[in-house]
C-alpha cells in the first residue's frame, strides 16, 4: 500500500491517492493538503460539509455522495460548488480523509 507524508503526516493512499486508513487523518492535514487542491484556507463553511462527511461515512460505510449531502446534511449543491470549485465530491472526500464517493454525485 503506497503512503504519502506531507508536513511529517505520513498516511496510506490508494492508487488515486484517497485515504485508505481514516484515522490517520487530522484537521491540521486537512489544512494542509486543501492548499495542494487549490483552497487558500478553510472557513467554517468548508469545515461544515468535510465534518458532515466523516460523521456520514462513519455511521454508513461509505463516502457520501453530493446527492446526499443535500438529501441528509442540507448543503446546497451550488454552495458546494462555490467551496470546492470543479470536482467538489472529490475535493471533499480527499480533505476529509475518505475513499472517493462511489459515482461522486
Known amino acids: 500500500m503506497p503512503t504519502n507524508t506531507i508536513d511529517g503526516h505520513t498516511f496510506a493512499v490508494n492508487d488515486e491517492g484517497f485515504f485508505t486508513n481514516r484515522e490517520e487523518w487530522s484537521e491540521d492535514l486537512a ?8 483552497i487558500e484556507e478553510l472557513t467554517e463553511a468548508h469545515w461544515a460539509p468535510l465534518r458532515f462527511m466523516r460523521e456520514d461515512s462513519a455511521k454508513t460505510g461509505v463516502t457520501p455522495t453530493l446527492r446526499r449531502m443535500q438529501a441528509v446534511g442540507g448543503f446546497d449543491v451550488k454552495d458546494l ?9 472529490k475535493k471533499m472526500a480527499y480533505l476529509a480523509g475518505l475513499p472517493k464517493p462511489v459515482g461522486c454525485v
Not at 489544512?31 to 487549490?38: F, P, Q, R, S
Not at 460548488?81 to 465530491?89: S, V
Request: charged share 10%; proline share 12%; no cysteine.
Open 31 to 38: 489544512a494542509i493538503l486543501a492548499d495542494l487542491v487549490g
Open 81 to 89: 460548488f462555490t467551496l470546492y470549485p470543479g470536482k467538489p465530491a
